[in-house]
Each structure stands twice: as structure tokens, then as C-alpha cells.
């Protein structure tokens, strides 16, 4: 069984950037389809953004596109989501989720995700 450990997460002022990581251990992460996700106190877990197994096919959310950036190293076992021009609603805690599929099928929903990591906090703050 896959298990995920995010990092990168901490505090940034608007307009700043992060580098979350999302480190796979247990088997290659290169059948697996990821996602980032997030939420925040008093919200549902959403979408950020998914990427398939191989790499080849990305999806965000409309309010990050254009300033965040999905990608894996699968040779490292490790998952990637670039945040620029971060904006006080991007706050929440980033969660990274895996499934392992055998097509190039992703999902923006959250429940079909099966493996979590723990999460780490984000907080853009002036």
C-alpha cells in the first residue's frame, strides 16, 4: 500500500509563491492517478488539481489555473503543486490523494481517492 506525506506548506504573503511536495513510499506511484485538494474550516475537501498516472493529463480548478502548476516525478515517487500569485483565498490545509488505476483516468472528485496523506497548511496572510 501506497503512503503519501505532503510538505512545503507554511505562511506567504499575497502575491507570493510555494512548492508543495507530495513523497510516495510502500510502491512506485507510477500507476496511480493524484490529486491536490484542499479545504479549509467550514468547507468541503475540493478539488485544486489531478494529474494521471503517466503525467499526461492535468486538470485544476478554474480559480488556480494559470497560476499553479501540477507535476510528478515518478522515477522520485514524488508529486509536485507549483502555487504562484497565491491569494488569501488559497488558505487551507493542501491534501495530496492517490488511486491506482490501470487507464490514464483521473478524477476531480475527492471520493475517488482512496489514499490520503495528512495534509499541510497553507496560509497567505498580509
Known amino acids: 500500500q501506497v503512503q503519501l506525506v505532503e510538505s512545503g506548506g507554511g505562511l506567504v504573503q499575497p502575491g507570493g509563491s510555494l512548492t508543495l511536495s507530495c513523497r510516495a513510499s510502500?510502491?512506485?506511484?507510477?500507476?496511480?492517478?493524484m490529486g491536490w485538494f484542499r479545504q479549509a474550516p467550514g468547507t468541503e475537501r475540493s478539488l485544486v488539481a489531478a494529474?494521471?498516472?503517466?503525467?499526461?493529463?492535468?486538470e485544476y480548478t478554474s480559480s488556480v489555473k494559470g497560476r499553479f502548476t501540477i507535476s510528478r516525478d515518478n522515477a522520485n515517487n514524488t508529486m509536485y503543486l507549483q502555487m504562484n500569485s497565491l491569494q488569501f483565498e488559497d488558505s487551507a490545509v493542501y491534501y495530496c490523494?492517490?488511486?491506482?488505476?490501470?487507464?490514464?483516468?483521473?478524477?476531480?472528485?475527492?471520493?475517488?481517492?482512496?489514499?490520503w496523506g495528512q495534509g499541510t497548511q497553507v496560509t497567505v496572510y498580509s
Open positions: 490523494a492517490a488511486r491506482y488505476t490501470t487507464t490514464h483516468h483521473l478524477s476531480v472528485l475527492h471520493w475517488w481517492y482512496n489514499i
Open positions: 510502500g510502491r512506485a506511484l507510477s500507476g496511480y492517478a
Open positions: 494529474i494521471s498516472a503517466s503525467g499526461g493529463t492535468t
